[in-house]
């Protein structure tokens, strides 16, 4: 039985036949109650699905970045459901059951502060993964205080290591310590900016993939 609030003309919670109501974010809302399908595992059903897990997957490990990185975004809905959304509209290759992630194509922060300029990777040292950009500041709208965003993300382990607080533009350059059990492993790269009073955010830019160095040998 479905509950009326502020009188006739308000929003209801519960169920009235196939009709669903309830609130979300101080937000009315009514849906019909699909019916049951006898065969729900349609060609396109299922090329739908394989899409969804697929950026399901590239996008959970950084849940926490994503708060910030699609914050602008976040309209009527979760700045995690906002990143998926536009990546499952933009940025998968392939085709059922072989989907991926294309990743120059996937935005893991959005916005139209102006971004990254000539940003690149490396691993120079055991476990450190050195990021590097050009300062271009005074570039459309890009100031020199604005904050970098980085996301160094490990698909072989479904983990990443990021920063929401990274250093000013003018820096030109950040290097993030990583798990020592990447060793010899992949990580991707993404570089974006975020203004100093964070009500700007910049595309972000996939950088490449990195293989984090090994231990230097010791000499004896």
């Avoid at 502020?6 to 009514?30: H, P, R």
């Amino acid at each position: 039985m479905g509950k009326i609030s502020q009188g006739v003309l308000g929003g209801f919670s519960g169920k009235v036949g196939n009709v669903v109501g309830g609130t979300w974010k101080g937000i009315d809302y009514m849906r019909i109650k699909p019916a049951n399908v006898t065969n729900p595992r349609t060609e396109g059903q299922v090329d739908q699905r394989s899409k969804f897990s697929t950026v399901l997957r590239f996008l959970q490990p950084i849940t926490d970045f994503l708060r910030v990185g699609f914050k602008l975004y976040a309209n009527k809905m979760t700045q995690f459901n906002a990143a998926m959304s536009y990546n499952l509209n933009n940025a998968i290759t392939g085709a059922y059951p072989n989907f991926m992630v294309d990743y120059a194509s996937a935005l893991v922060t959005r916005g139209n502060l102006t971004g990254a300029a000539n940003g690149a990777a490396s691993s120079p040292s055991a476990g450190d993964v050195q990021i590097t950009w050009d300062d271009n500041s005074g570039s459309g709208s890009a100031q020199a205080t604005d904050k970098a965003l980085i996301v160094l993300l490990n698909t072989t382990r479904q983990e990443a290591v990021f920063t929401t607080a990274g250093p000013a533009r003018s820096a030109g350059t950040e290097t993030i310590s990583v798990p020592s059990e990447y060793t010899g492993e992949d990580v991707e790269v993404f570089l974006g900016f975020i203004s100093e009073d964070g009500s700007k955010v910049a595309n972000s830019v996939y950088i490449g993939s990195v293989t984090i160095t090994s231990e230097p040998i010791q000499e004896t």
